[in-house]
C-alpha cells in the first residue's frame, strides 16, 4: 500500500518570502499522480498543483512549483513571494492510474499548517 | 459551473442512530470519492463510485456504506453512530481518468454525542 508522509506539521515564512513543504512517499508503483492540494481554513480542499510519474519537468503554477525526485520518492512544494493568503492546511495526495487497476482515492499525508507572517 | 455541494453542513447526532450525507458533483463528473477527516487520523479514503458503481473501499466497517445514483448524485451512510465517527467527512468529483483533479466540497461537519 501506498504512504504519503510530510515531516513537517508546522511551517511559518514572512510575506513576500519563499518556503518549501517536504512530502516523501512509499510506492511499488512506476507510474502515478502526484498532488498538493490546500485547505484554507474555511476547509474547502483546493487544488494547488499536480505532477505525473512519468513527466521529468517539474510542474509550475504561478507562484507554486514543485522539485520532483522520482528515485528519491520526494515531492516538494515551494512557494515564491508568499501572501497572507496562502495561510492554510497543505496537503501531499498520491493517486494509481486508473489502468493499473487504481480508482480516484487520494492518499494523503497528514499536512503542514503555513502561517504566513506580515 | 456550479460546484461539488454537500448537505447538511452541520449535523448533531446521537450514539446509536445513524446518518445519511448527500454529495452533489460538478455537473458532468463522474466519480465521486467521500473521505473522512479528523485530527488525529487526517484524511483517510472512504469509497469511490463511478457511474453507480462502487470501484474502490477503504478501510472502514461496515457500518459506513454509499451509493451513488444516475445522475452522479452520492450518499453516505454511516448506522449505529459511534462516538469516534465525529469528524468532516468530505467528498470529491472528477471527471475520472489521467491526471484530471478532484474537486472537493465544503464538507458535512457531523458531530456524534
Known amino acids: 500500500a501506498q504512504t504519503v508522509t510530510q515531516s513537517q506539521p508546522e511551517m511559518s515564512v514572512q510575506e513576500a518570502e519563499t518556503v518549501t513543504l517536504s512530502c516523501t512517499y512509499d510506492?511499488?508503483?512506476?507510474?502515478?499522480?502526484l498532488f498538493w492540494y490546500k485547505q484554507p481554513p474555511s476547509r474547502q480542499m483546493i487544488l494547488v498543483i499536480r505532477q505525473e510519474a512519468y513527466k521529468q519537468q517539474n510542474a509550475t503554477e504561478n507562484r507554486f512549483s514543485v522539485n520532483f525526485q522520482k528515485a528519491a520518492k520526494s515531492f516538494s512544494l515551494k512557494i515564491s513571494d508568499s501572501q497572507l493568503g496562502d495561510a492554510a492546511m497543505y496537503f501531499c495526495a498520491y493517486r494509481s492510474p486508473l489502468a493499473q487497476g487504481g480508482s480516484e482515492k487520494l492518499v494523503f499525508g497528514k499536512g503542514t499548517k503555513l502561517t504566513v507572517n506580515p | 459551473k456550479a460546484g461539488v455541494t454537500q448537505t447538511p453542513r452541520y449535523l448533531i447526532k446521537t450514539r446509536g442512530q445513524q446518518v445519511t450525507l448527500s454529495c452533489s458533483p460538478i455537473?458532468?463528473?463522474?466519480?465521486v470519492s467521500w473521505y473522512q477527516q479528523t485530527p488525529g487520523q487526517g484524511l483517510q479514503f472512504l469509497f469511490e463510485y463511478f457511474s453507480e458503481t462502487q470501484r474502490n473501499k477503504g478501510n472502514f466497517p461496515g457500518r459506513f456504506s454509499g451509493r451513488q445514483f444516475s445522475n452522479s448524485r452520492s450518499e453516505m451512510n454511516v448506522s449505529t453512530l459511534e462516538l469516534g465517527d465525529s469528524a468532516l467527512y468530505l467528498c470529491?468529483?472528477?471527471?475520472?481518468?489521467?491526471?484530471?483533479?478532484?474537486?472537493f466540497g465544503p464538507g458535512t461537519r457531523l458531530t456524534v454525542t
Open positions: 470529491a468529483s472528477s471527471l475520472a481518468g489521467g491526471i484530471y483533479e478532484q474537486y
Open positions: 455537473s458532468g463528473h463522474r466519480s
Open positions: 510506492t511499488s508503483e512506476s507510474d502515478y499522480y
